[in-house]
Protein backbone atom coordinates (compact mmCIF):
# COMPACT_ATOMS: atom_id res chain seq x y z
CA UNK A 1 0.00 0.00 0.00
CA UNK A 2 1.60 2.85 -1.18
CA UNK A 3 0.97 6.48 0.63
CA UNK A 4 -0.18 7.65 -3.04
CA UNK A 5 -3.00 5.77 -3.01
CA UNK A 6 -4.06 6.92 0.72
CA UNK A 7 -3.73 9.90 -0.90
CA UNK A 8 -5.84 9.35 -4.13
CA UNK A 9 -8.74 7.82 -2.26
CA UNK A 10 -8.81 11.13 0.31
CA UNK A 11 -8.57 13.15 -2.84
CA UNK A 12 -12.07 11.48 -3.94
CA UNK A 13 -13.70 13.58 -1.32
CA UNK A 14 -14.11 17.27 -0.22
CA UNK A 15 -14.66 19.24 2.70
CA UNK A 16 -15.56 22.68 2.09
CA UNK A 17 -14.97 22.83 -1.73
CA UNK A 18 -11.32 21.56 -0.58
CA UNK A 19 -9.68 18.11 -1.25
CA UNK A 20 -9.51 15.91 1.54
CA UNK A 21 -5.73 15.21 0.24
CA UNK A 22 -4.74 18.83 0.17
CA UNK A 23 -5.61 19.28 4.06
CA UNK A 24 -3.43 16.32 5.08
CA UNK A 25 -0.43 17.69 7.07
CA UNK A 26 0.88 14.70 8.24
CA UNK A 27 1.05 11.03 7.15
CA UNK A 28 2.65 8.14 8.38
CA UNK A 29 2.30 4.60 7.46
CA UNK A 30 4.03 2.09 9.26
CA UNK A 31 2.67 -1.51 8.98
CA UNK A 32 -0.84 -1.78 8.98
CA UNK A 33 -1.48 1.49 10.92
CA UNK A 34 -1.79 5.03 8.97
CA UNK A 35 -1.35 8.02 11.13
CA UNK A 36 -2.91 11.19 9.45
CA UNK A 37 -2.75 14.48 10.86
CA UNK A 38 -5.49 16.70 8.77
CA UNK A 39 -5.15 20.83 9.14
CA UNK A 40 -8.50 21.97 10.46
CA UNK A 41 -9.79 25.35 8.79
CA UNK A 42 -12.46 25.37 11.17
CA UNK A 43 -13.02 23.87 14.54
CA UNK A 44 -17.05 22.52 13.41
CA UNK A 45 -15.37 20.49 10.48
CA UNK A 46 -13.85 17.99 12.36
CA UNK A 47 -16.43 15.42 12.83
CA UNK A 48 -17.05 15.82 8.66
CA UNK A 49 -13.12 15.23 8.00
CA UNK A 50 -13.10 11.99 10.23
CA UNK A 51 -16.43 10.84 8.58
CA UNK A 52 -15.20 11.52 5.16
CA UNK A 53 -11.24 10.31 5.73
CA UNK A 54 -12.32 6.80 6.98
CA UNK A 55 -15.17 6.41 4.09
CA UNK A 56 -12.69 7.03 2.02
CA UNK A 57 -9.91 4.53 2.71
CA UNK A 58 -12.50 1.59 4.13
CA UNK A 59 -11.59 -0.29 1.24
CA UNK A 60 -8.15 0.23 1.20
CA UNK A 61 -5.95 -2.71 1.15
CA UNK A 62 -3.80 -3.25 3.63
CA UNK A 63 -4.71 -0.05 6.15
CA UNK A 64 -6.50 -1.99 9.37
CA UNK A 65 -6.08 1.28 11.81
CA UNK A 66 -6.04 4.41 11.17
CA UNK A 67 -5.49 7.13 13.67
CA UNK A 68 -6.52 10.71 13.21
CA UNK A 69 -5.51 14.21 14.44
CA UNK A 70 -6.15 17.76 13.74
CA UNK A 71 -4.10 20.34 14.05
CA UNK A 72 -5.34 24.32 13.34
CA UNK A 73 -4.44 25.54 9.82
CA UNK A 74 -2.98 29.01 10.64
CA UNK A 75 -4.63 32.07 8.66
CA UNK A 76 -3.46 32.86 5.65
CA UNK A 77 -2.36 36.51 5.91
CA UNK A 78 -3.02 37.87 8.87
CA UNK A 79 -4.43 42.16 7.94
CA UNK A 80 -1.25 43.48 10.06
CA UNK A 81 0.95 42.23 7.02
CA UNK A 82 1.34 44.84 4.73
CA UNK A 83 2.95 43.89 1.66
CA UNK A 84 4.58 45.72 -1.14
CA UNK A 85 5.15 44.95 -4.37
CA UNK A 86 8.93 45.42 -5.87
CA UNK A 87 8.57 48.17 -8.59
CA UNK A 88 9.22 46.85 -12.25
CA UNK A 89 9.49 42.61 -11.63
CA UNK A 90 6.86 40.91 -13.55
CA UNK A 91 7.70 37.65 -10.74
CA UNK A 92 9.69 37.45 -8.14
CA UNK A 93 10.37 33.87 -6.93
CA UNK A 94 12.02 32.64 -3.97
CA UNK A 95 14.55 29.24 -3.89
CA UNK A 96 14.55 27.74 -0.26
CA UNK A 97 15.40 24.37 1.74
CA UNK A 98 14.63 23.39 4.84
CA UNK A 99 18.49 22.08 5.29
CA UNK A 100 21.54 24.26 3.88
CA UNK A 101 23.25 22.17 1.64
CA UNK A 102 20.67 20.36 -1.24
CA UNK A 103 22.11 22.29 -3.63
CA UNK A 104 19.30 25.23 -3.28
CA UNK A 105 21.92 28.14 -4.41
CA UNK A 106 23.10 25.83 -7.29
CA UNK A 107 19.55 25.15 -8.16
CA UNK A 108 18.09 28.47 -7.70
CA UNK A 109 21.84 29.66 -10.01
CA UNK A 110 20.98 27.39 -12.82
CA UNK A 111 17.25 28.12 -13.14
CA UNK A 112 17.81 31.91 -13.31
CA UNK A 113 20.53 31.45 -15.77
CA UNK A 114 18.10 28.96 -17.58
CA UNK A 115 15.17 31.30 -17.52
CA UNK A 116 17.60 34.02 -19.22
CA UNK A 117 18.45 31.49 -21.89
CA UNK A 118 14.94 31.60 -22.84
CA UNK A 119 15.27 34.71 -23.16
CA UNK A 120 13.59 36.46 -20.30
CA UNK A 121 15.13 39.60 -18.32
CA UNK A 122 16.57 38.09 -15.04
CA UNK A 123 17.75 38.77 -11.75
CA UNK A 124 19.42 36.62 -9.29
CA UNK A 125 19.77 37.57 -5.82
CA UNK A 126 21.52 35.74 -3.21
CA UNK A 127 20.18 35.79 -0.06
CA UNK A 128 22.46 33.83 2.08
CA UNK A 129 24.10 36.25 3.74
CA UNK A 130 26.57 34.44 5.44
CA UNK A 131 28.31 31.94 3.61
CA UNK A 132 27.52 33.34 -0.30
CA UNK A 133 28.46 30.88 -3.03
CA UNK A 134 26.57 32.71 -5.92
CA UNK A 135 29.44 35.37 -6.34
CA UNK A 136 31.49 32.22 -6.75
CA UNK A 137 29.24 30.26 -8.86
CA UNK A 138 29.07 33.11 -11.51
CA UNK A 139 32.70 33.87 -12.11
CA UNK A 140 32.64 37.29 -9.67
CA UNK A 141 34.97 36.39 -6.58
CA UNK A 142 36.33 39.59 -6.85
CA UNK A 143 33.63 42.04 -8.33
CA UNK A 144 32.24 44.81 -6.03
CA UNK A 145 29.26 47.16 -6.72
CA UNK A 146 28.77 51.00 -6.52
CA UNK A 147 25.89 52.71 -6.10
CA UNK A 148 24.95 56.09 -8.50
CA UNK A 149 23.90 59.20 -7.45
CA UNK A 150 20.57 58.38 -5.79
CA UNK A 151 22.14 55.78 -3.52
CA UNK A 152 20.79 53.10 -5.28
CA UNK A 153 23.74 49.86 -5.65
CA UNK A 154 24.03 48.52 -9.19
CA UNK A 155 24.23 45.24 -9.51
CA UNK A 156 26.49 43.32 -11.22
CA UNK A 157 25.92 41.43 -14.18
CA UNK A 158 27.16 37.72 -15.26
CA UNK A 159 25.68 35.51 -18.42
CA UNK A 160 23.33 38.25 -18.99
CA UNK A 161 21.63 38.51 -15.59
CA UNK A 162 21.57 41.28 -12.83
CA UNK A 163 23.17 39.75 -9.82
CA UNK A 164 23.59 40.98 -6.39
CA UNK A 165 25.23 39.20 -3.35
CA UNK A 166 26.61 40.70 0.17
CA UNK A 167 29.60 38.70 -0.94
CA UNK A 168 30.11 42.24 -3.25
CA UNK A 169 30.24 44.74 -0.06
CA UNK A 170 32.96 42.89 1.56
CA UNK A 171 36.22 43.89 1.76
CA UNK A 172 37.74 40.63 1.18
CA UNK A 173 36.48 37.10 0.59
CA UNK A 174 37.14 35.93 3.17
CA UNK A 175 35.58 38.45 5.62
CA UNK A 176 33.32 36.75 8.08
CA UNK A 177 29.81 38.51 8.55
CA UNK A 178 28.75 38.54 12.47
CA UNK A 179 24.86 39.97 11.50
CA UNK A 180 22.28 39.31 13.40
CA UNK A 181 18.73 38.42 12.83
CA UNK A 182 17.52 42.16 12.60
CA UNK A 183 20.16 43.22 10.42
CA UNK A 184 20.38 40.15 7.97
CA UNK A 185 16.63 41.09 7.01
CA UNK A 186 17.62 44.32 6.78
CA UNK A 187 20.32 43.84 4.54
CA UNK A 188 17.78 41.34 2.38
CA UNK A 189 15.16 44.13 2.19
CA UNK A 190 17.35 46.89 1.46
CA UNK A 191 19.12 44.29 -1.64
CA UNK A 192 14.95 44.20 -2.55
CA UNK A 193 13.86 47.82 -2.31
CA UNK A 194 17.42 49.67 -2.97
CA UNK A 195 19.02 47.85 -5.93
CA UNK A 196 18.71 49.12 -9.51
CA UNK A 197 17.10 46.30 -10.93
CA UNK A 198 15.11 47.53 -14.13
CA UNK A 199 12.29 45.90 -15.65
CA UNK A 200 12.83 42.52 -15.05
CA UNK A 201 10.71 39.12 -16.06
CA UNK A 202 11.71 37.31 -13.08
CA UNK A 203 13.68 38.53 -9.31
CA UNK A 204 14.86 35.33 -8.65
CA UNK A 205 15.51 35.21 -4.72
CA UNK A 206 17.88 32.70 -3.55
CA UNK A 207 17.07 32.28 0.46
CA UNK A 208 18.98 31.19 3.13
CA UNK A 209 18.35 27.54 4.14
CA UNK A 210 15.65 26.85 7.12
CA UNK A 211 12.44 28.26 7.54
CA UNK A 212 13.21 31.06 10.54
CA UNK A 213 12.37 34.30 10.86
CA UNK A 214 13.89 35.82 8.30
CA UNK A 215 12.11 34.04 6.22
CA UNK A 216 8.92 34.92 7.77
CA UNK A 217 9.72 38.91 7.87
CA UNK A 218 10.64 39.07 4.19
CA UNK A 219 7.20 36.85 3.39
CA UNK A 220 5.18 39.58 5.30
CA UNK A 221 6.99 42.47 3.53
CA UNK A 222 7.16 41.93 -0.15
CA UNK A 223 4.60 40.26 -2.87
CA UNK A 224 6.53 37.29 -3.68
CA UNK A 225 4.53 35.02 -6.57
CA UNK A 226 6.15 31.62 -6.30
CA UNK A 227 8.10 29.53 -3.70
CA UNK A 228 10.56 26.95 -5.54
CA UNK A 229 10.97 24.19 -2.67
CA UNK A 230 14.46 22.23 -3.03
CA UNK A 231 15.20 19.09 -1.47
CA UNK A 232 17.60 15.43 -1.82
CA UNK A 233 15.60 12.35 -1.51
CA UNK A 234 17.40 11.98 1.91
CA UNK A 235 14.77 11.65 5.00
CA UNK A 236 16.85 14.24 7.23
CA UNK A 237 16.25 16.73 3.88
CA UNK A 238 12.52 15.55 3.60
CA UNK A 239 11.55 16.38 6.95
CA UNK A 240 12.81 19.60 7.01
CA UNK A 241 11.73 20.79 3.44
CA UNK A 242 8.11 19.77 5.07
CA UNK A 243 8.56 22.86 7.00
CA UNK A 244 9.95 25.20 4.99
CA UNK A 245 6.10 23.99 2.43
CA UNK A 246 4.17 24.53 5.84
CA UNK A 247 5.63 27.79 6.00
CA UNK A 248 5.17 28.92 2.84
CA UNK A 249 1.49 27.67 2.71
CA UNK A 250 1.15 29.93 6.14
CA UNK A 251 2.37 33.00 5.03
CA UNK A 252 0.16 32.55 1.66
CA UNK A 253 2.88 32.25 -1.00
CA UNK A 254 2.13 29.67 -3.58
CA UNK A 255 4.65 27.05 -3.74
CA UNK A 256 5.43 26.18 -7.68
CA UNK A 257 6.47 23.01 -6.94
CA UNK A 258 9.32 20.85 -5.70
CA UNK A 259 12.76 20.27 -7.17
CA UNK A 260 14.27 17.29 -6.51
CA UNK A 261 18.02 17.58 -5.98
CA UNK A 262 20.82 14.68 -6.32
CA UNK A 263 18.04 12.24 -7.68
CA UNK A 264 19.96 9.94 -9.21
CA UNK A 265 23.68 9.22 -10.66
CA UNK A 266 24.04 7.56 -13.73
CA UNK A 267 27.60 5.19 -13.75
CA UNK A 268 29.68 6.83 -17.12
CA UNK A 269 30.82 3.73 -17.39
CA UNK A 270 27.45 1.16 -17.67
CA UNK A 271 24.91 3.75 -18.46
CA UNK A 272 23.04 2.18 -15.31
CA UNK A 273 21.04 4.72 -13.02
CA UNK A 274 21.78 4.31 -9.56
CA UNK A 275 19.72 6.08 -6.91
CA UNK A 276 22.03 6.34 -3.95
CA UNK A 277 19.77 8.53 -1.56
CA UNK A 278 16.36 6.21 -2.44
CA UNK A 279 14.06 6.56 -4.84
CA UNK A 280 10.30 7.36 -4.76
CA UNK A 281 10.45 9.60 -1.56
CA UNK A 282 10.23 12.92 -2.89
CA UNK A 283 7.19 12.04 -5.06
CA UNK A 284 5.28 10.23 -1.95
CA UNK A 285 6.00 13.60 -0.26
CA UNK A 286 5.46 16.36 -3.04
CA UNK A 287 1.97 14.16 -3.42
CA UNK A 288 1.35 14.14 0.08
CA UNK A 289 1.74 17.85 0.06
CA UNK A 290 -0.43 18.28 -3.02
CA UNK A 291 2.89 19.98 -4.84
CA UNK A 292 4.23 19.05 -8.60
CA UNK A 293 7.71 17.81 -9.04
CA UNK A 294 8.89 20.41 -11.38
CA UNK A 295 12.34 18.15 -12.58
CA UNK A 296 15.05 15.78 -10.96
CA UNK A 297 18.49 16.71 -10.90
CA UNK A 298 21.17 14.25 -10.95
CA UNK A 299 24.49 14.09 -9.27
CA UNK A 300 27.34 15.03 -11.67
CA UNK A 301 30.53 15.90 -10.21
CA UNK A 302 30.36 18.40 -13.09
CA UNK A 303 28.14 20.61 -11.45
CA UNK A 304 30.31 21.15 -8.84
CA UNK A 305 33.15 21.86 -11.09
CA UNK A 306 31.47 24.08 -12.85
CA UNK A 307 30.27 26.06 -9.73
CA UNK A 308 33.74 26.41 -8.40
CA UNK A 309 34.75 27.69 -11.76
CA UNK A 310 32.64 29.89 -12.42
CA UNK A 311 30.11 28.81 -15.68
CA UNK A 312 27.31 27.01 -13.69
CA UNK A 313 25.96 24.19 -15.64
CA UNK A 314 23.85 25.35 -17.72
CA UNK A 315 26.15 27.27 -19.44
CA UNK A 316 29.25 24.66 -19.69
CA UNK A 317 27.06 21.46 -20.18
CA UNK A 318 24.04 22.23 -22.46
CA UNK A 319 23.82 18.28 -22.90
CA UNK A 320 24.61 17.12 -19.90
CA UNK A 321 21.22 15.74 -17.77
CA UNK A 322 21.34 18.36 -15.44
CA UNK A 323 21.61 21.05 -17.88
CA UNK A 324 17.91 19.92 -19.28
CA UNK A 325 16.39 19.34 -15.95
CA UNK A 326 17.46 23.30 -14.88
CA UNK A 327 16.22 24.02 -18.71
CA UNK A 328 13.10 21.99 -18.12
CA UNK A 329 12.21 23.59 -14.33
CA UNK A 330 12.53 26.72 -15.53
CA UNK A 331 9.82 25.97 -18.71
CA UNK A 332 7.63 24.71 -16.37
CA UNK A 333 7.80 27.78 -13.86
CA UNK A 334 7.63 30.39 -16.87
CA UNK A 335 4.82 29.18 -18.22
CA UNK A 336 3.29 28.24 -14.69
CA UNK A 337 3.71 32.27 -13.53
CA UNK A 338 2.69 33.70 -17.45
CA UNK A 339 -0.59 31.61 -17.37
CA UNK A 340 -1.76 33.15 -14.23
P1 LIG B 1 22.97 24.96 -0.56
O1 LIG B 1 22.74 26.28 -1.26
O2 LIG B 1 21.72 24.18 -0.40
O3 LIG B 1 23.75 25.08 0.71
P2 LIG B 1 24.87 24.46 -2.73
O4 LIG B 1 24.10 24.86 -3.93
O5 LIG B 1 25.90 25.42 -2.21
O6 LIG B 1 23.88 24.06 -1.54
O7 LIG B 1 25.51 23.04 -3.03
C1 LIG B 1 26.30 22.35 -2.08
C2 LIG B 1 27.41 21.58 -2.84
O8 LIG B 1 26.83 20.51 -3.58
C3 LIG B 1 28.17 22.44 -3.84
O9 LIG B 1 29.50 22.05 -3.83
C4 LIG B 1 27.51 22.09 -5.17
O10 LIG B 1 28.39 22.27 -6.27
C5 LIG B 1 27.18 20.62 -4.97
N1 LIG B 1 26.01 20.17 -5.74
C6 LIG B 1 24.77 20.69 -5.71
N2 LIG B 1 23.95 19.99 -6.51
C7 LIG B 1 24.69 19.00 -7.07
C8 LIG B 1 24.41 17.92 -8.00
N3 LIG B 1 23.18 17.72 -8.49
N4 LIG B 1 25.44 17.10 -8.35
C9 LIG B 1 26.68 17.28 -7.83
N5 LIG B 1 27.01 18.26 -6.96
C10 LIG B 1 26.03 19.10 -6.57
Redo the contacts with the bound molecule.
Keep these: MAVREIMDSLGKQTVNNRKLSELVKDIKLVGDKLELIFRLPNKNLENEIREKALSALKDVEGVEDIEISFEMEQPVQSPAFHRTRLPGIKHLIVVG?G???????????NIALSLSKLGYKVGLLDG?IY?P?IPT?LGLKNQRVEVDKFNRIIPAEAFGMKVMSVGFLLPSEDTPLIWRGPMLMKALTQFLFDVKWGSLDFLIL?LP?GTGDVQLTLAQTVEIDGAIV?TTPQDVALSDVKKAVVMFKEVGIPVLGVVE???YFVCPESGNKYYIFGKGKVLAFAQAYGLKILGS????????????SGVPIVESSTNSQ?AKAFLGIAKIVAEELERR
Excluded: H, L, R
Excluded at 99 to 109: D, L, P, Q, R
Design positions: SKGGVGKSTVATDGSMDPVNMAVPIEPEISETSDS
